[in-house]
């Protein structure tokens, strides 16, 4: 990964990550990505005490759980439907 940060008009970042080899289009990537960031900015706003630890936490929840989908799907069909029922997160709640 390569993070580049660059000042002209406006603040912006150059993010250069190698795609994974099933991507089949980096213009949905980059949508989605998007929508991610905007996502948790807006959810940053109300939040008070969101630590940037409680996003990667969420993250990498979201990314198993996208995975275990996606094994589901291809052992038992593209038409099973998979919804969340519930999350449960063990260990302490907040931390001084």
Do not use: N, W
């Given at each position: 990964?390569?993070?580049q940060h660059t000042r002209?008009?406006r603040?912006t970042?150059?993010?250069?990550i190698?795609?994974h080899?099933?991507?089949?289009s980096?213009?949905d ?5 998007e ?6 900015d ?9 630590a940037?630890?409680d996003v ?6 979201v ?7 996606g094994?589901?799907a291809?052992?038992f069909g ?5 919804r969340?029922r519930g999350?449960?997160?063990e260990?302490?709640s907040?931390?001084?």
């Amino acid at each position: 990964m390569h993070l580049q940060h660059t000042r002209a008009l406006r603040d912006t970042f150059d993010v250069d990550i190698p795609l994974h080899p099933d991507t089949r289009s980096c213009e949905d990537v980059a949508t989605l990505v998007e929508g991610f960031l905007r996502s948790i900015d807006s959810y940053r706003r109300d939040a008070q005490g969101l630590a940037q630890g409680d996003v990667l936490q969420a993250l990498s929840i979201v990314t198993a759980v996208q995975m275990a989908k996606g094994e589901a799907a291809e052992r038992f069909g593209s038409g099973l439907q998979i919804r969340l029922r519930g999350l449960s997160i063990e260990g302490d709640s907040a931390r001084a």
